[in-house]
């Protein structure tokens, strides 16, 4: 079962692992296919042996380069992938980061592992921060047990440095409250010279299989013509 979760957020992550250029268990940083809408062909997105992005578009509207700026927007339309198996992987690192006095405590968190629809207790949300300069070369995690003074924030925090994103997960929350309050990380604050940061809030309650589109800015070095 857990399987069927991975392969979601496999889907889900590709964008990120080919710009961040993280390898997969072969050593190789792996190619993006689209999904193919209307097209006839897919668009792939990949690095070569000599360190070069390259692609096969099946439109240009997956490409868009200012020739004055040298500044692009990279598309990636992804496949198919299932939301709540995305939340769910992430859990699964979650609950198996927490030492064994505190898991005996939230042992109620596995059962929601299981369960194929989101309740109140879940928060199926996650939210996305993307650093400019740099990325985490290997993707980790930190499981937080919240400290701060604000009363209604969860508990428990998943923060994973996966590529140019800092993603941030939050746990099931044992006695909701509608005042929810969410902390994001400061580690942000020493990723790039930018001072204001876009954080994307990305909802994983959905529990059928939908499609989703990335765009990445690109700078290039050298004048494409």
């Given at each position: 079962?857990?399987?069927?979760?991975?392969?979601?957020?496999?889907?889900?992550?590709?964008?990120?692992?080919?710009?961040?250029?993280?390898?997969?268990?072969?050593?190789?940083?792996?190619?993006?296919?689209?999904?193919?809408?209307?097209?006839?062909?897919?668009?792939?997105?990949?690095?070569?042996?000599?360190?070069v992005l390259k692609g096969h578009l099946a439109t240009r509207d997956d490409f868009i380069i200012d020739k004055e700026t040298n500044k692009g927007k990279l598309k990636f339309r992804l496949g198919s992938f299932n939301p709540y198996d995305v939340y769910?992987?992430?859990?699964?690192?979650?609950?198996?980061?927490?030492?064994?006095?505190?898991?005996?405590?939230?042992?109620?968190?596995?059962?929601?592992?299981?369960?194929?629809?989101?309740?109140?207790?879940?928060?199926?949300?996650?939210?996305?921060?993307?650093?400019?300069?740099?990325?985490?070369?290997?993707?980790?995690?930190?499981?937080?047990?919240?400290?701060?003074?604000?009363?209604?924030?969860?508990?428990?925090?998943?923060?994973?440095?996966?590529?140019?994103?800092?993603?941030?997960?939050?746990?099931?929350?044992?006695?909701?409250?509608?005042?929810?309050?969410?902390?994001?990380?400061?580690?942000?604050?020493?990723?790039?010279?930018?001072?204001?940061?876009?954080?994307?809030?990305?909802?994983?309650?959905?529990?059928?299989?939908?499609?989703?589109?990335?765009?990445?800015?690109?700078?290039?070095?050298?004048?494409?013509?």
């Open positions: 079962m857990s399987g069927k979760w991975e392969t979601s957020l496999g889907t889900f992550t590709t964008p990120l692992r080919v710009v961040s250029k993280i390898k997969n268990k072969r050593g190789k940083i792996p190619k993006f296919k689209s999904r193919l809408d209307e097209f006839k062909t897919q668009s792939i997105i990949y690095f070569d042996d000599n360190d769910r992987a992430f859990l699964k690192v979650a609950i198996s980061l927490m030492p064994d006095n505190i898991l005996t405590q939230e042992k109620w968190m596995v059962e929601y592992l299981f369960k194929d629809k989101p309740d109140y207790k879940i928060f199926p949300i996650i939210y996305m921060i993307f650093i400019d300069d740099g990325a985490f070369k290997e993707p980790f995690f930190e499981l937080r047990r919240y400290q701060g003074n604000f009363k209604y924030h969860p508990e428990y925090i998943l923060d994973a440095y996966f590529g140019k994103a800092i993603i941030q997960i939050i746990l099931p929350i044992d006695i909701p409250n509608e005042n929810i309050f969410i902390q994001l990380p400061p580690v942000t604050q020493i990723q790039s010279s930018r001072s204001e940061y876009q954080v994307e809030k990305v909802d994983l309650s959905n529990n059928k299989n939908e499609r989703r589109d990335w765009t990445f800015n690109m700078q290039f070095v050298n004048q494409i013509k």
